[in-house]
């Protein structure tokens, strides 16, 4: 892309150089590179600096921010905008040749949920030899092949440059995991949604949001704000409900729900069995009773919710029904493990009070006859508010718990184990075991042979977050060596 065609109307150079990158990240700058100046305004000139440095060719900056910019006019050129997200948008799409034709864009959003959907998605568009780019939680790549990345949304200019990537490989289908950070961040200004889909919302990130309202408003702005073509609401929470009431084309919604017959999808004659469930989806579309291998209650609503999705005819939906058989369970999302001798143990991602009860309730319908220990902690530096539910509630419903570490980062362990251990009423029920490889292979000890042993909190994840750094650390492979050796 050539400099002057960046904003049409505006002549930024007589020499129309190339545009060889562009970044919000002073960092990653390099010559005739632009440099969009968004940070920290204190740090914001010494950011400046840094890209001009680097190599910067333009540097673009919001109005507002009435910079100072005569010192460095013969160093790099300056573009002033009104909003500086918009111009993100824009000038990547214009950078990596987006066109909006090519495919099409599943959002999610919800507390939890949003990779276990957007996994199975992947998988039943997989399955008709259908390609899908993922860009998420559990990373992004053409599905099944996906890379780690830092944040679950990433910025528009980096979600951009993966969609270029994904239509270059013949993807026609994309899902992008919305989290409630990179709406109120506007990561995803400008993006152009199929279908957006509502999973739940439960207590999280209240460090971030304050409160409940605030991180509901956040949520409902991917339903109001954005276009979309259709809106698949799960209506089993209260705040699916008002997202309903708050769209005014009706058309465009679909509900999906795990009882309630109102809903356009919905299921019956639930029955867990010790190895899956079996129950029936009922639609506009037909009914289908379909089998599963996965567990948990949760794992119906989210089929559920990637049918709803994916229906477009009845045969489509006759088609997609008979597929569930052959879904495989998330990454990281009870996950089972069993060998004789041993307690069966799964590894879960649950990190929020309300996952972490459907996790031990569902695992109580599948196995109601045997007893169940769950291991997990808190992340350090987040949500303190969350811990004493999380030990309250995980009390109630667990025969034993033990409380570990989960990424602690820079705070106190013990200061986040106290605030666990006052939402324990029963006092007998819990211990501390600070290292989670202990606390593994303590819980995984053969005189829990006929027990179940649960794992929350990191699910996937092969670190831990302790002091400043990534500790190589990995549920799986601990659960794997305390059964084999």
Do not use: W
Not at 230 to 249: E, L, M, P, R, T
Not at 319 to 334: A, D, F, H, P, W
């Amino acid at each position: 892309m050539k400099l002057n065609e960046i904003y049409y109307g505006i002549k930024l150079s007589k020499d129309n150089v190339n545009i060889n990158g562009i970044s919000e990240n002073s960092k990653n700058i390099r010559k005739n590179y632009i440099f969009f100046s968004r940070k920290n305004k204190k740090l914001q000139e010494e950011y400046i600096e840094e890209a001009i440095k680097n190599g910067a060719i333009l540097i673009i900056h919001a109005k507002k921010d009435k910079l100072n910019i005569k010192k460095y006019e013969t160093k790099c050129k300056f573009l002033e905008v009104e909003d500086i997200n918009k111009s993100m948008s824009l000038v990547s799409k214009k950078f990596y040749k987006i066109k909006s034709k090519d495919f099409k864009i599943i959002g999610i959003t919800g507390t939890n949920g949003k990779s276990t959907v957007s996994d199975y998605i992947a998988q039943l568009n997989k399955l008709k030899k259908n390609k899908v780019g993922l860009i998420g939680t559990l990373g992004n790549g053409v599905y099944p092949n996906l890379k780690n990345i830092a944040l679950t949304t990433p910025n528009i200019i980096s979600i951009n440059k993966y969609i270029s990537e994904f239509t270059k490989k013949n993807v026609s289908k994309i899902v992008i995991e919305v989290s409630s950070h990179g709406i109120k961040q506007r990561r995803t200004e400008g993006i152009i949604f199929d279908t957006v889909i509502f999973t739940n919302l439960t207590h999280d990130h209240m460090d971030y949001h304050k409160n409940m309202s605030n991180y509901y408003k956040t949520k409902l702005k991917l339903f109001t704000e954005y276009k979309s073509k259709k809106k698949i609401i799960c209506i089993d929470n209260n705040y699916g409900k008002k997202i309903v009431d708050s769209i005014k084309n009706k058309k465009e919604i679909q509900t999906v729900s795990i009882n309630n017959k109102e809903a356009d999808f919905y299921t019956s004659n639930i029955i867990y069995f010790n190895n899956g469930i079996k129950f029936t989806i009922h639609s506009r579309y037909g009914t289908g009773e379909v089998t599963t291998k996965i567990y948990g209650e949760f794992a119906i609503i989210n089929i559920l919710t990637a049918i709803a999705t994916l229906t477009t005819n009845k045969s489509n939906f006759i088609e997609l029904t008979n597929n569930i058989s052959k879904l495989k369970s998330v990454n990281g999302r009870m996950n089972k493990y069993h060998r004789k001798g041993y307690p069966i143990t799964f590894i879960d991602f649950a990190h929020t009070p309300e996952a972490a009860k459907l996790v031990i309730n569902s695992i109580r319908k599948h196995f109601p006859k045997k007893k169940v220990v769950t291991i997990f902690g808190c992340g350090g530096e987040r949500d303190n508010k969350k811990r004493k539910k999380m030990g309250k509630i995980i009390s109630k419903i667990s025969d034993e718990i033990i409380i570990t570490n989960d990424n602690p980062r820079n705070e106190c362990q013990d200061k986040i184990t106290k605030d666990i251990i006052l939402g324990i009423e029963n006092k007998k029920k819990y211990e501390v075991i600070l290292s989670r490889s202990a606390a593994i292979k303590k819980a995984l000890k053969k005189s829990n042979f006929n027990k179940i042993v649960l794992i929350l909190g990191k699910g996937h994840e092969k670190f831990q977050v302790i002091k400043n750094k990534k500790v190589k650390f990995c549920d799986r492979d601990k659960v794997i060596k305390a059964m084999y050796t």
